[in-house]
């Protein structure tokens, strides 16, 4: 998929239909907008950055993890008293990361989902056409029997998780939701229109795409800014 531009017109108009879309989700939370405010700093430094974009994998998960199915066991509670309590049941869900910004996330989303599987996706934007190109997957051989959970820092034209999505549905996925810190209406869009079943839960959403593709108001390249590469 290549770089996807819309004019202030049509994102007003792709921001009025995502603000009424049940499938996606902007927190509204003041410590995920605080964190993302920091995160957004250019002065903020590369130890800081991982550890709130790891805090805000974590509140993000809380969010997207909402609807897991529960099962009614009972237990011996610490007062020698029987009780009935609730705890997720079927197996274990699957996180997703999106080489390799996303590497960022997945610690902060193992501390809420310790027992999860791992899947890696290797996918890179092509600097010119901004399409995603794929090198690498790897997933659990019982994937497709699992709640699977893609993270990304970004959501920007959309292409890396479209292709990161379909990836997966090609293996069997049915139930698929996606995690972002910052979003624009081009990627929503573009994602809502190739994938329509998948839930999709934002930190905030952003203005638009500058000419080469990236975030604005933003916050920089997440992988640059994670791991000092740049």
Do not use: W
């Amino acid at each position: 998929m290549g770089r996807t531009m819309m004019t202030d017109e049509q994102r007003e108009v792709a921001r009025v239909h995502i603000k009424a879309d049940e499938k996606v989700y902007i927190s509204d939370h003041p410590l995920i907008h605080n964190k993302i405010a920091i995160l957004r700093d250019a002065g903020t430094n590369k130890k800081e950055f991982r550890e709130l974009v790891n805090e805000l994998a974590m509140l993000l998960t809380y969010e997207a993890t909402r609807d897991l199915l529960v099962m009614t066991t009972e237990i011996v509670t610490g007062m020698n008293v029987k009780a009935e309590v609730q705890k997720l049941s079927g197996k274990d869900v699957v996180i997703a990361v999106i080489l390799r910004a996303s590497l960022g996330m997945i610690d902060g989303v193992l501390e809420l989902l310790p027992t999860a599987a791992v899947a890696h996706i290797g996918i890179y934007r092509d600097p010119e056409t901004k399409s995603p190109t794929r090198y690498y997957f790897k997933a659990p051989s019982d994937v497709a029997e699992r709640e699977v959970f893609v993270i990304d820092p970004m959501l920007a034209t959309g292409g890396s998780a479209i292709d990161a999505i379909t990836q997966l549905k090609y293996a069997g996925c049915q139930k698929i939701h996606f995690i972002c810190i910052l979003a624009v209406p081009e990627g929503v869009a573009a994602l809502r229109e190739a994938h329509p079943d998948v839930d999709i839960y934002i930190g905030e959403m952003d203005e638009k795409l500058d000419e080469n593709a990236y975030i604005l108001p933003g916050l920089g390249d997440a992988g640059d800014r994670l791991y000092g590469t740049k």
